[in-house]
């Protein structure tokens, strides 16, 4: 591994010196070894002195399209700051490029939403006439009905889906399992696909790869996360939404809606999988603007 003395020296550092707990230490190693692999690896640089703010700034780019959490952003962002900082002390760089990184900020940016129509402008456009249409709806309509990530999306599987009693089995995080209500149209669009289309895809060439997995390319193929954009985006255009549409804009809208139709918080964050109730609280902000909105249209003093 490229950088692996320098990390030595200040995971040596931190557990000497700052006398951070085992666990810590191993989220600062887990943390640097993930960035130093993408200076070495995806942008080149060999050298401790050749980073600069703007690589630093496309790293954080591709941790946010890998779905972390602003808190584990947060967490990413001072790892970095701290060894840069370490780097300068023990002359192994002139200059640390991360001092200028600004933490992210809870809730500065709420999130994008669609509003119901637009879902539902989105969810009628895929054929119920041809296979991939069948496929593509059911996509569609269990990302709603569901708020999945995309990458449980992608890794669900048959033994995972619980219609008899009208749940979902999903694997997030960590591994991580939580058991999220279907819904009816969403557990009609899978039982047409599962029924009717999935057998016409699956392939005999790779029955191991793709044997259990819910969604499969016309190949037989587990379908890949660009995959999923891809049928998300085609539908969102197609339907003339002018918002930047991706598939996880259907975990925030399913957080938005339920909490707008009056959904307990605890209950939503149950079916978001989040750890912590704080990182739900973010859609409290969404729902407020419209409770704002209720209350100057409505209130007689407002």
Not at 36 to 53: C, T, Y
Not at 144 to 161: K, P
């Amino acid at each position: 591994m490229h950088y692996k003395e320098e990390l030595q020296r200040y995971l040596q550092f931190i557990k000497l010196e700052k006398s951070l707990s085992e666990n810590s230490i191993s989220s600062y190693k887990n943390d640097l070894q993930r960035y130093l692999q993408f200076l070495a690896e995806d942008l080149r640089i060999k050298k401790l002195d050749g980073v600069e703010l703007r690589h630093i700034e496309k790293y954080l780019e591709e941790l946010s399209a890998m779905d972390l959490s602003v808190s584990s952003i947060a967490r990413n962002v001072s790892s970095i700051r701290g060894f840069h900082e370490f780097a300068v002390v023990e002359n192994m760089a002139e200059a640390n490029p991360a001092e200028l990184v600004e933490l992210p900020k809870k809730a500065e940016n709420l999130p994008e939403v669609l509003d119901p129509e637009e879902v539902a402008a989105i969810i009628d456009i895929p054929s119920r006439e041809s296979s991939a249409g069948i496929r593509n709806a059911a996509i569609l309509e269990t990302l709603y009905a569901t708020g999945m990530r995309v990458s449980e999306l992608t890794s669900l599987e048959l033994d995972n889906l619980f219609f008899e009693i009208g749940f979902i089995r999903v694997v997030g995080k960590g591994n991580k399992e939580r058991l999220v209500p279907v819904g009816e149209a969403a557990q009609s669009a899978l039982e047409h696909y599962i029924e009717v289309v999935r057998p016409k895809f699956q392939s005999d060439k790779n029955p191991q790869k793709a044997q259990n997995k819910v969604f499969l390319s016309q190949r037989g193929n587990p379908l890949s996360r660009m995959s999923i954009w891809n049928v998300v985006n085609d539908a969102a255009e197609r339907a003339g939404i002018e918002k930047n549409v991706y598939p996880h804009i259907f975990r925030h809208s399913f957080a938005t809606h339920l909490l707008e139709g009056g959904a307990d918080l605890r209950a939503v964050q149950e079916m978001l999988g989040h750890s912590s109730i704080i990182t739900t609280e973010i859609y409290t902000h969404v729902d407020r603007s419209l409770l704002h909105q209720v209350h100057k249209e409505f209130h007689p003093r407002a």
